[in-house]
């Protein structure tokens, strides 16, 4: 009996010593990130870029990834609870917990595309529509005095409906002639939202868009935890992690079921799926529709945090920039699509004191990392066997 105790002591420190590992990855992070000089920043990416590029390392952090990428995973607790921390670590600079926001609303609508793209495989470009077409739903809702919630389950279901007509009017389309038609969606959008001065006050915008109220409690108060005062920022980080937390669970339920095992085989071997009975062109409307869904909370929560909308919020580099969280992060990796966002969304804050220049760097990461790492840094363990 004693020697099984002996035995597993160390297993128990093991765990011990991820959890802790773990719940300091977030506020770790948010601090070197606020902290560290630009360049120092700049250095550290580009050492971590390189340092994936070695076999053994990448493989050791695909292999955490995949370990947590499971709806009853236990790595994703002490994760959410480092993250819960940043704040406090942070605070009172609410400037970074913008940022931080910012890229969690963008996570959001990568784990959406990740569903179309990393899944199924059909490139989405029009995102920036779906993020326009729920900011702007959930805004005028609101503004009509429907309660934040209740409309953003609106602007959730408007993104459904609109990604199952994009899926429809597309069923006989694939491959780059889809990507072509998803980029035609996104711009007769951002036109329409140009044009339809009656209703989205045109290129003007929308402005005095109300703060997200709870019992009382707004989005633009001072938030106090445990007696410390977080600035008014810390209101959206929690309201995104929380929105992000869900889409997360969502999207890896369905990646673990039947369905998720569908959308691989649907990848692989569309015809193979229809021989065994599988409506392919009708399970791919299905899964366009329920991708473009994520846009729904991102777009709702963008708007509210802003408090101001308009058209050039919405352009096709949003889209582009989106489909470079998931292709950074790894397609089909939801924690490499994490991962990513917070690296394309969050480090090129730190390089606007080069202005132009850091845009020149921001593109040079991206083509040397297509280049040496064209299924990303985290690519999902089970794409080994799809074909080249």
């Known amino acids: 009996?004693?020697?099984?105790?002996?035995?597993?002591?160390?297993?128990?420190?093991?765990?011990?010593?991820?959890?802790?590992?773990?719940?300091?990855?977030c506020p770790l992070s948010a601090a070197i990130i606020r902290f560290i000089s630009p360049v120092q920043l700049l250095i550290a990416v580009v050492v971590v870029c390189l340092a994936l590029l070695i076999p053994a390392l990448r493989r050791a952090a695909s292999r955490v990834l995949a370990a947590g990428s499971s709806p009853g995973s236990a790595m994703w607790l002490p994760v959410l609870l480092g993250a819960a921390a940043v704040p406090f670590v942070l605070t009172p600079d609410g400037y970074w917990l913008f940022v931080f926001s910012m890229a969690m609303i963008f996570a959001m609508m990568a784990l959406g595309l990740n569903v179309q793209l990393g899944e199924i495989g059909v490139v989405n470009l029009g995102f920036a529509g779906l993020f326009a077409l729920a900011a702007y739903v959930c805004t005028l809702l609101t503004l009509k005095g429907v309660p934040f919630w209740l409309a953003m389950l609106g602007a959730t279901f408007a993104c459904w409906v609109a990604g199952a007509l994009l899926g429809l009017c597309s069923r006989r389309t694939s491959g780059d002639y889809f990507a072509l038609v998803t980029l035609g969606f996104g711009l007769i959008v951002h036109q329409l939202l140009v044009n339809l001065r009656w209703l989205t006050n045109g290129a003007d915008g929308i402005t005095n868009i109300p703060a997200i109220s709870i019992f009382g409690h707004t989005t633009k108060d001072a938030l106090k935890i445990f007696g410390l005062t977080?600035?008014?920022?810390?209101?959206?980080?929690?309201?995104?992690?929380?929105?992000?937390?869900?889409?997360?669970?969502?999207?890896?339920?369905?990646?673990?079921?039947?369905?998720?095992?569908?959308?691989?085989?649907?990848?692989?071997?569309?015809?193979?799926?229809?021989?065994?009975?599988?409506?392919v062109p009708s399970f791919r409307v299905t899964t366009i529709a329920f991708g473009s869904a994520f846009a729904g909370p991102a777009g709702s929560l963008f708007a509210h945090l802003i408090g101001f909308i308009s058209p050039d919020d919405f352009v096709l580099l949003q889209s582009i920039e989106v489909l470079a969280i998931v292709i950074l992060g790894g397609m089909g990796n939801v924690g490499g699509v994490l991962v990513g966002s917070i690296i394309l969304m969050v480090t090129p804050e730190k390089l606007r004191f080069l202005g132009d220049y850091r845009l020149m760097i921001y593109g040079a990461m991206l083509v040397l990392l297509l280049i040496y790492r064209p299924k990303g840094l985290f690519p999902d363990p089970r794409r080994i066997f799809d074909k080249a």
Do not use: H
Not at 235 to 262: D, E, K, M, P
């Open 1 to 25: 009996m004693s020697s099984v105790v002996q035995a597993s002591a160390p297993g128990k420190s093991r765990s011990t010593a991820i959890w802790l590992l773990l719940f300091a990855v």
């Open 230 to 279: 977080l600035p008014p920022e810390a209101n959206g980080f929690y309201l995104c992690l929380l929105a992000l937390s869900v889409l997360v669970f969502v999207a890896l339920r369905f990646r673990y079921s039947w369905v998720g095992r569908i959308w691989g085989a649907m990848r692989q071997d569309p015809i193979g799926v229809s021989c065994f009975g599988v409506d």
